[in-house]
T-cell receptor
């Protein structure tokens, strides 16, 4: 069975600085998707970025980028120029690419605090 | 286009009571999911459905039941509420392989 591990329960970053959130996963599959979701205090789940395992190039969305290391099964999120609005829980998630149930497996989350 | 709609937003139940958490989506998604979110535990899959009439258990199904009589609706039933079911519940749906997961805004349930 696949697992997703986020080893940092909480992180802090100064406004305008850069922070990296860690995520590791375990799977025997070769084709899958990885995601980062943001959950602000409003409780809404917001997709931040996604990565297809077959793509070697790291995904980037504005100030958010990932460092995808397939062999190491590592998928970290880098937030550049941190803003107060980035404060939230961040969840890493895994999903198989095999046609079927499309179940997502989530990590336990990292709470990000942004200091003014 | 409302997306995934969950009701109610909040609910307090007494031990032993029952209730149904409603979830409906208007995107014609085949795949729907119920997750619970406990503090520090991430999201755990309770039940899921790959289409109308088809449901299956996830990681933590005990104490819950679901049905999927239409593509749009996927209600979650708690028959005998227990304090261990205090959590935030999320419904989500997806169209298919190369599409994003859409979440509802969650239901905060407290069982006392």
């Amino acid at each position: 069975a696949q697992t997703v591990t986020q080893s940092q329960p909480e992180m802090s970053v100064q406004e305008a600085e850069t922070v990296t959130l860690s995520c590791t996963y375990d799977t025997s599959e070769s084709d899958y998707y990885l995601f980062w979701y943001k959950q602000p205090p409003s409780r809404q789940m917001i997709l931040v970025i996604r990565q297809e395992a077959y793509k070697q190039q790291n995904a980037t969305e504005n100030r958010f980028s990932v460092n995808f290391q397939k062999a190491a099964k590592s998928f970290s999120l880098k937030i550049s120029d941190s803003q107060l609005g980035d404060a939230a829980m961040y969840f890493c998630a895994y999903r198989s690419a095999q046609k079927g149930t499309y179940k997502y497996i989530f990590g336990t989350g990292t709470r990000l605090k942004v200091l003014a | 286009n409302a997306g995934v709609t969950q009701t109610p937003k909040f609910r307090i139940l007494k031990i032993g009571q029952s209730m149904t958490l409603q979830c409906t989506q208007d995107m014609n998604h085949n795949y729907m999911y119920w997750y619970r979110q406990d503090p520090g535990m991430g999201l755990k899959l309770i039940y899921y459905s790959v289409g109308a009439g088809i449901t299956d258990k996830g990681e933590v199904p005990n104490g819950y039941n679901v049905s999927r009589s239409t593509t749009e609706d996927f209600p979650l039933r708690l028959e005998l509420a227990a304090p261990s079911q205090t959590s935030v519940y999320f419904c989500a749906s997806i169209l298919g392989n190369n599409s994003p997961l859409h979440f509802g805004n969650g239901t905060r349930l407290t069982v006392t």
